[in-house]
């Protein structure tokens, strides 16, 4: 079949800058051909090359004595001790859940679940953090029931546990909804497999499902030409099979047993070409593909649309071929396709034939390595005026967390949480709902706390101080459970990196993130950028989700109870009222107004370590953070059932979203101990009230827990159901 | 005890039934779908949860007709014991080991939390462990749980005090809020509910360990 003629038109379809072209003209010596243009840019598309942000991306602290492996693989890795190590990653599918919410959402889980199992990790734990617009707009409701039951239904079936996640709603986001999706997996520390392939003239082995026209051009937008060139247009929005997926999982792993696999990567974006340019280029070697052998689903497909197919559930592998009978023996075992399509080979290209022509004859080293890098011009975001209080009228407090609960933001998301499986595989020690979500370690003492942060108008108002605080109330969710933070994986949500203003919240965030892990000793080993969330002209919020893992070593270690009648409430941490761009003000008052609190990176640690130093004195915990003491005591009173009394009625100590703080319930004794040594150690500690009874009480103000618990339980489906 | 639990393409609750099974003090054998007989001296056959054959064509349907499920119905028909949950329970109706079918919830949504069973007075020994009234919490994870009879099959499972459990606030719209049956010889028991993941205290109760332990006292000796 002829490939259309290279035009300018078609270079622009690809979503190539005309000094990018020119680049691929000084690299190749000649005009490229249509299936290698399509391979430059999916190569190059800010998707898989990072190009406007892989400047900042590296000032990220990735190091630690933790990190088996940091960014640059399919997952980071981290180790566990007793020979196991976490592999996780969060990656966002935004565009693709605005179009088509379900196999958006669900192709989501399904890449993630996939890059965690490429490295030879059985999915244990999968989370989301979900954004999207106003509650009352046109498209919310839709979108919401069809990513939740796209989540569910992959991971439902997939079979893994999903313990935990986050959802919000902003107008800023009515054009451009966001569905990140997070997976750890549990390996041996010695038995990691990685990209790199190895050996000359060896195997390259294609796995998995059928390769057909979905999702070519997901990286690239169709012009004129471009559907001429393609014969049967599908959407570009990729459809998941998690049956399949599941037998890739069960079938990738006995297969790594058999001491197969010498490299192995998943087809994600830009599917073959990412894969086999990524296994290449990390080896050091070329790659030659025989496309006839790939096995195909559909008729008549072209190199071009072989290349560029991002059909799910499939992987690439760089075999042993002396083991070739028993890896195909596992494959044929689970019903799934086994083909060698290429080979290793000791010259740099990246040589692609199909019939017997060569419709590709690349330089796979630069290819891979030398895909444009932006410094991108950038302005730092102008300080937020500091809120005056007194602007804030002055309204009954339980008025004010009644205004909180009724709000989809606040308000519990059973209904959300309740269509995921949240206990298969029987390890599920605290399921979503309330703090971070805990598993144990199948077979272990050991248990794996999991949370998903970032508070979006913070950001806004002050990306370094929003970024730090995504970091910071990461690392207190898992403290409050018990857990010591051992690392984090980002995903960064942003509008148009080529605006200085977008930038300038991509830098500022990096920079409160890269500060903050630092500190808290929680290095980002995985991550995801995702660009150019704008809807005419329009940005969403910046959010960069932070999601982290923390361990706890013991049973014994963790933090898991709720709160008794008698129990005390003591507030860690020190409380100034601040209710700049407060949940209060937002929900209440309808105002983004104000600074981002300050987060103080040292008070943090120092509270954290004091929480897990004194775990044995404490019942329950929660960390305080959007809503303040009155939400975060509400929640866990709600939890256990039982009413709570706090002294003070005053607005800014109940709803202030001061950081570095924590609610936490125990007896008298273990009160009086902890005070004491709170105060050998220099934290804040006040008593702010008890639990008892049947009311929810701030002051004098009052209402009955079961009108209040109504009101959180039923507010999410009333809105959105 | 011997137990075999059945392995087939997206099963995904194999494992914590066979957990289940073993802490309980049996002794178990993982068996493929392909395989065409059961091991020798099975004493019980665990069907487990998950989406076997991707729930394709009818939750079970596909199941129901391997290799190995034939090997189970002539199992069963000779009087052996087999346990099938959630996925299982679909897969056991589809063979016609056990009457019934499962439907779409009738919220149309996939339902996973913990809800209330009551235990009916049922002579069989998975219930050994309960007292016939009891009310115990047990999780549901599914999206086609609402079992559905007709109306003389339901008065024959009345009649027969077939009907193992019913749910007290019944989540997904089964007829008669039956969550569980068993055969007539009262050795094959399906339920939507999943006791193994109710069977120990990390779990956060242990409801589910009775019918495991109950069953360990009447088949070791047998």
Redo the contacts between chains.
């Keep these: 079949m002829t490939e259309p003629a290279i035009t300018e038109d078609l270079i622009e379809a690809h979503g190539l800058k005309p000094d990018e072209y020119q680049r691929i003209l000084e690299i190749i010596g000649r005009e490229p051909s249509f299936t290698e243009l399509g391979i430059f840019s999916a190569m190059w598309n800010e998707h898989c090359s990072y190009k406007s942000s892989k400047k900042w991306l590296r000032t990220l602290p990735t190091e630690g004595p933790q990190v088996i492996c940091g960014p640059g693989e399919n997952a980071g890795v981290i180790d566990i001790g007793d020979n196991q190590a976490v592999i996780f990653k969060m990656e966002s599918h935004n565009h693709p859940s605005y179009i088509e919410p379900y196999q958006g959402a669900a192709t989501g889980v399904g890449g993630i679940l996939r890059d965690v199992f490429t490295m030879g990790a059985r999915p244990i734990a999968a989370m989301n953090s979900l954004s999207f617009g106003a509650v009352d707009h046109h498209k919310t409701r839709q979108l919401v029931h069809g990513v939740v039951e796209g989540i569910g239904g992959y991971g439902n079936c997939f079979g893994v546990p999903t313990v935990g996640g986050e959802v919000r709603f902003d107008p800023a986001y009515n054009g451009n909804c966001l569905v990140n999706a997070f997976a750890a997996g549990l390996a041996d520390a010695d038995k990691i497999f990685y990209s790199a392939a190895s050996g000359v003239g060896m195997p390259v082995v294609y796995l998995g499902a059928k390769t057909g026209r979905d999702g070519v051009g997901g990286a690239t937008m169709a012009s004129a030409e471009f559907d001429e060139t393609i014969e049967e247009k599908r959407p570009t929005v990729q459809v998941g099979d998690p049956f399949t997926e599941k037998r890739l999982m069960e079938a990738t792993l006995e297969l790594m047993q058999t001491g197969a696999v010498i490299s192995i990567q998943d087809m994600g974006a830009a599917g073959l070409t990412c894969s086999a340019v990524e296994m290449g280029d990390k080896g050091g070697l070329g790659v030659k593909l025989q496309l006839d052998d790939v096995p195909q689903r559909e008729e008549n497909m072209t190199a071009y649309e072989m290349m560029l197919s991002e059909s799910q559930e499939r992987m690439l592998m760089v075999l042993r071929p002396e083991k070739e009978a028993e890896a195909r023996a596992v494959f044929e075992k689970w019903d799934l396709d086994f083909a060698i399509v290429g080979e290793t080979i000791a010259e740099d290209r990246f040589l692609i034939l199909h019939g017997n022509e060569v419709k590709a004859d690349l330089p796979l080293a630069t290819l891979s390595g030398s895909a444009p890098e932006y410094d991108r011009p950038w302005e730092a975001t102008a300080p937020a005026e500091p809120l005056d209080a007194a602007t804030v009228p002055g309204i009954d407090p339980v008025d004010g967390l009644r205004a909180l609960i009724s709000s989809p933001n606040y308000a519990a998301k059973q209904w959300i949480y309740e269509q995921y499986d949240t206990m298969v595989m029987a390890d599920t020690v605290r399921t979503p709902g309330f703090g971070a979500g805990v598993i144990r370690v199948h077979d272990t003492g050991k248990m794996l706390a999991f949370t998903s942060d970032v508070t979006p108008r913070y950001v806004k108002a002050n990306p370094a101080m929003g970024g730090k605080q995504a970091v910071a109330e990461a690392y207190r969710n898992l403290t409050a459970v018990g857990a010591t933070p051992l690392a984090s994986t980002d995903n960064l949500n942003f509008g148009n990196p080529e605006k200085p203003e977008i930038m300038g919240q991509f830098v500022g965030a990096i920079k409160g993130i890269g500060e903050a892990v630092a500190a808290l000793d929680m290095p980002i080993v995985s991550g995801n950028v995702s660009l150019y969330n704008e809807t005419d002209g329009a940005a969403i919020l910046p959010t960069p989700t932070i999601a982290a893992v923390g361990l706890i070593k013991t049973e014994d270690d963790a933090i898991l109870g709720l709160p008794r009648d008698g129990h005390v409430a003591l507030l860690i941490g020190d409380t100034q009222g601040h209710l700049g761009q407060s949940a209060l003000l937002a929900e209440v008052f309808n105002r983004s107004e104000g600074d981002a609190p300050t987060v103080d990176l040292a008070a943090e640690k120092r509270n954290g370590d004091f929480i897990r130093a004194n775990h044995a004195l404490i019942k329950s915990c929660t960390d305080l953070s959007d809503g303040g003491l009155a939400l975060a005591a509400f929640e866990m009173a709600e939890a256990a059932g039982v009413g709570i009394h706090i002294d003070t009625d005053d607005m800014a100590q109940l709803f202030g979203e001061d950081q570095a703080r924590y609610l936490v319930a125990c007896n008298f004794d273990e009160a009086e101990a902890l005070m004491v040594a709170a105060g050998q150690a220099g934290v804040p500690i006040h008593s702010v009230g008890r639990f008892t009874g049947d009311q929810v009480s701030f002051g004098a103000s009052s209402a009955p827990l079961s009108e209040l618990s109504a009101t959180y339980r039923g507010a999410f489906e009333e809105a959105l159901g | 005890m011997h137990a075999a639990v059945i392995v087939f ?2 099963s ?2 194999d ?2 039934l066979a ?2 099974f073993e802490k309980a003090g049996a002794k178990v054998s993982m068996v493929w779908h ?1 395989d065409t007989e059961l091991p020798a001296g099975v004493d019980i056959v665990g069907i487990p ?3 076997s ?4 064509l009818r939750c079970g349907a596909i199941a129901a007709n391997s290799p190995i499920c034939q090997s189970v119905v002539r199992h069963a028909e000779r009087g052996g014991y087999a346990l099938g949950i959630c996925n299982g329970f679909q897969v056991l109706t589809e063979t016609g080991l056990l009457p019934g079918a499962l439907r779409r919830n009738a919220n149309l ?5 913990p809800v209330k069973l009551r235990v009916e007075a049922c002579d069989t020994v998975y219930l050994k462990g309960y007292e016939p009234g009891q009310e115990i919490t047990i ?1 549901i ?1 599914h ?1 086609d749980g609402n079992y559905y009879v007709d109306d003389a099959k339901l008065a024959q499972l009345k009649d027969e005090g077939r009907i193992a459990f019913t749910y007290v606030d019944n989540p997904n719209g089964s007829v008669a809020d039956i969550a569980g049956v068993v055969s007539k010889n009262r050795r094959v028991l399906g339920m939507m509910p ?1 006791p ?2 109710m ?2 205290p ?3 109760g242990t409801d589910g360990r009775a019918m495991f332990e109950g069953l360990m006292d009447a088949l070791a000796t047998a």
């Design positions: 393409p997206g995904n609750c494992r914590d957990v289940a392909k949860g998950g989406f054959f991707g729930d394709y949504k996939y339902i996973c939390k999780p994870a999206h999943h193994e993941r069977a120990e990390a779990h956060g």
